[in-house]
Structure formats: structure tokens, C-alpha cells
């Protein structure tokens, strides 16, 4: 149980396991997939192959990614998964090439590190994109603005992210001086599991080789653009000596939204905020009389372009639940206000969310 519980095994899964009531079985952890079979943490057998029922009773959300706890029949040589634990939370994005198919990034996170350049790919509204799916996941998010070494204006660059970060922390890193790395080893312990995400050529790498203490990732020089070259293809489970598990994924240059439960209304809690005291409840922020929110951009008390972001992404993500799902879409309208409502009451209580 102790191997177990440094890979992130606790009461939530042994609960679910139990519940099975296989003897059978065993637990074990997903750390890398491919071709149909899985690589596996925490039990006898190197590699998984899904039983063969599974393949019509999954839907396309529930195939096993990497992070996932599995029940498994094990063996030496190969076990056989025959049950995706139920997860905790579940990174996703639209799936490229489609317009509303939503794909699991990762699974069962804790923690997910944004990691965005201090160079010239800096991007807010990119960055608001991975704050939101990382909201919506239910994990925990935290900014590394990598690459520091690189630029003189930091400081600003704090700023615009605090700005749209609304009490998220952000970590000053780089990978090449070790500055900063001191602090995102703070947040890796043993049993815990720290995503990086971000767009290609941020500097994940570099960050995992630093923390690692070796090359263990492929590291790509910058282009003439000063921009990074995309080095990891696949997502990986990287168990570090001093405990801690990180799961590191490709670099994407956009992430597509496809759905949201919580992710808007904890990253824009500040228009939420404001949005309490326009006249209409249902109040869409865009030219009714009596909204609050019109009147703070043309006060100068909130940002006219975020406003215009959260209007954007609220209509990528409606229009992917219309294309998937045409009776969600007709509803989404008394969605958003309900997950406002809670947004409301979550920033009463708590004051990191608050503008």
C-alpha cells in the first residue's frame, strides 16, 4: 500500500476498489499509452492490454489516459485492465481536427503547472485558454513564467498575468540559471501528481531535465522567431527521487475548448463579480441597459479585451455543446447562469478568487 500511495493511491480509489468487490484484482496506475496497450505503475506486470468487452462499454471519455487508475488482472508478463476507476479530475481539450470532440489530456492531477515563455510567445489570451481548462478539470492551477534569463521586462509581464490570473500563484523561472526552480519543487511531494501544460516550445523540458537532475527529455535550441521548437510527441509519467510524480504533455501552439462546468467562472471571477450588480439577471454584457460590467470597461475599472475573451470563449465552448450535444446547447443559456451563481458564492468564501 505505501508503493501504492507515493503513486497518488488514496481513500478515493480504494473506496471504488473495494466497491468492486474482485479479490482478483489490483490497482494499478497509467503512465504511458500507445497502440493499444498500457504501460503500467504499481503492479507486477510492465504493460496492459484493455479486456475485450471494454472496448464496446467505454465511451470515447472513458479509455484509459495516462494518470488514470485502472483494476487489473495482473500477471508477470501482461495484465488485463477491467475497470477505469472513477476520476478525480480529468484534463481535457477539443480534440485536434474536430470541432466539438472533447480528448482527455491527463487524469487524477492535483496540481497542473501553466508554463508560458518570458520571450516573445508570451500571450495572455493564451494563457486565459489553459487557466480555463485547468479550472474546469478540477485541479489546481499555478503560472511558471519560464525563461526569465531571456527578458528584461518581467515584472510587467507578472502584472499582466496577475491580471488575468485572479489569485493564481505565479513562479518566476529558468530552466537555464535554475532560478525559480527551488519553488516548483516546493509543490512537488510524494504522492502527489503535477501536470505541465503549455504551448511548444515554453520550456517544459527543460524545467523536468532541471528538476530530474538529467537529460531525460529532449531539448530543442530556440528558432530565429525566438521561439522554442515542440520536443515532446507523447504525454509522460515521470516519478522524481524525492517523491512527487509529473506528467508532462505535448506543447500545442492553441488549445481548443470544447466543454465547461466551473473553468470560465473561476478564471473570469472578476466579471462574475461585477456582473451581481446588473440590472438583468440574465444580463449577457453586451449592450443591455443597466449592466454593470459595460459600465466597469467604460469606467476603466476592467479591461475591454477581456471581456471581449470571456465572450469568445463562452462562444467556442456553446458552439462545440451544439455541434455534440444540440438539446445542451439549447440550454446553455440557464447553464451559465446557474454556474455564475455558484462562481458568486465560491468568491464570497474565498478570498484568493476575489478581484
Keep these: 500500500m505505501a508503493a501504492l500511495e507515493s503513486l497518488g493511491f488514496g481513500p478515493f480509489f480504494a473506496a471504488q476498489m473495494e466497491r468492486l468487490g474482485r479479490t482478483d484484482l489490483v490497482p494499478a496506475r497509467i503512465a504511458s499509452e500507445g497502440r493499444g496497450q498500457y504501460r503500467l505503475r504499481g503492479c507486477r506486470a510492465p504493460l496492459a492490454e484493455v479486456r475485450g ?4 462499454e467505454l465511451g470515447p471519455l472513458g479509455w484509459p489516459v495516462v494518470g488514470d487508475w485502472v483494476a487489473v488482472a495482473d500477471d508477470d508478463e501482461r495484465a488485463i485492465i477491467h475497470q477505469v476507476l472513477e476520476r478525480r479530475t480529468a484534463m481535457t481539450r477539443r480534440a485536434a481536427g474536430s470541432e466539438s470532440d472533447v480528448q482527455v489530456i491527463a487524469a487524477n492531477l492535483d496540481l497542473v503547472m501553466v508554463v508560458t515563455s518570458a520571450n516573445r510567445d508570451f500571450n495572455v489570451r493564451r494563457l486565459e485558454r489553459y487557466l480555463a481548462a485547468v479550472w474546469n478539470s478540477g485541479a489546481e492551477p499555478v503560472v ?3 525563461k526569465i534569463d531571456l527578458e ?8 499582466e498575468i496577475g491580471a488575468v490570473a485572479i489569485g493564481v500563484p505565479v513562479v518566476r523561472t529558468s530552466a537555464l540559471t535554475g532560478a525559480g526552480l527551488d519553488e516548483v519543487r516546493q509543490a512537488l511531494a510524494p504522492g502527489r501528481t503535477v501536470g505541465l501544460v503549455g504551448s511548444s516550445g515554453v520550456g517544459k523540458s527543460s524545467i523536468i531535465n532541471a528538476l530530474v537532475g538529467r537529460e531525460l527529455q529532449a531539448v530543442q535550441d530556440l528558432r530565429r ?10 504525454r509522460e509519467f515521470i516519478e522524481l527521487a524525492a517523491g512527487g510524480i509529473l506528467i508532462d504533455t505535448p506543447g500545442m501552439r492553441e488549445l481548443g475548448l470544447a466543454d465547461d462546468t466551473v473553468g470560465l467562472a473561476h478564471l473570469f471571477a472578476d466579471i462574475v463579480e461585477i456582473a451581481a450588480g446588473c440590472h438583468f439577471r440574465d444580463c449577457e454584457h453586451r449592450g443591455e441597459p443597466g449592466c454593470a460590467v459595460a459600465a466597469a470597461v467604460e469606467s476603466g475599472a476592467l479591461d475591454g479585451a477581456r471581456l471581449a475573451s470571456y465572450h469568445k470563449l463562452q462562444r467556442e465552448i456553446a458552439a462545440a455543446e ?4 444540440p438539446v445542451l446547447g439549447s440550454n446553455a443559456k440557464r447553464r451559465w447562469k ?15 478568487r476575489q478581484p
Design 322 to 325: 451544439r455541434r455534440r450535444d
Design 225 to 234: 522567431d525566438d521561439r522554442g521548437r515542440h520536443t515532446t510527441t507523447r
Design 338 to 352: 446557474s454556474i455564475h451563481k455558484a462562481a458568486r458564492d465560491l468568491a464570497r468564501h474565498d478570498p484568493r
Design 144 to 146: 511558471v513564467l519560464n
Design 53 to 56: 468487452r471494454m472496448h464496446v
Design 152 to 159: 528584461s521586462t518581467v515584472e510587467a509581464m507578472v502584472e
